[in-house]
């Protein structure tokens, strides 16, 4: 290994960027996850898991999680979020357990709002979201390439099973 090598190896990943912006009329609604990093308030969603977000009438939005559990029981937290960057809307603070916030940061978005990719500045938590249940392999493989350039282990990704609905 040489030695540009091994400094590209233990460099640190460039600072998180997030998308220029979001619209957030089109952002809301359900979204499926299609693959995370693992984290302790999923560890035991298995299948079938969306995330989704409505207005609330004070202007912040409202977040319900679910997912099916591994001995088939629901799980659903419900919590809210707040835009922190109002300039862009791509970066929230969202609260599960008040007053308690942590950063969602809308890092890639498609166009067409089809998919969504939510990080965090120090990277350890990761999600692939899709408004289908289903993301056609190509896309997904993209994303995954773009993660990784982004400093993003993908061999971290864990895929929950998405029923067809």
């Known amino acids: 290994m040489t030695l540009l090598m091994m400094i590209a190896a233990n460099a640190e990943p460039p600072a998180l960027s997030t998308v220029p912006f979001v619209d957030l009329q089109r952002y809301l609604g359900t979204w499926y996850e299609i693959a995370r990093y693992p984290n302790r308030f999923e560890k035991n969603c298995v299948a079938e898991v969306t ?11 409202q977040v319900v999680n679910a997912c099916r559990r591994g001995d088939g029981s ?16 791509a970066k929230l603070k969202v609260t599960f357990f008040w007053p308690f916030f942590g950063n969602y940061w809308i890092i890639d978005l498609d166009p067409n709002y089809t998919y969504a990719v939510i990080s ?5 938590y990761l999600w692939i979201l899709s408004r289908t249940p289903q993301m056609d392999p ?16 993908p061999g971290k990704l864990i895929k929950p099973l998405q029923t067809t609905m």
């Open 120 to 124: 965090e500045p120090g990277r350890e």
């Open 74 to 89: 629901h799980q659903e937290a419900k919590g809210w979020a707040k835009v922190v960057d109002k300039s862009t809307n």
């Open 138 to 153: 190509a896309q997904y493989n993209s994303i995954v390439e773009r993660l990784r350039a982004r400093g993003f282990d």
């Open 51 to 61: 995330a989704t977000y409505s207005l609330r009438a004070d202007g912040k939005i």
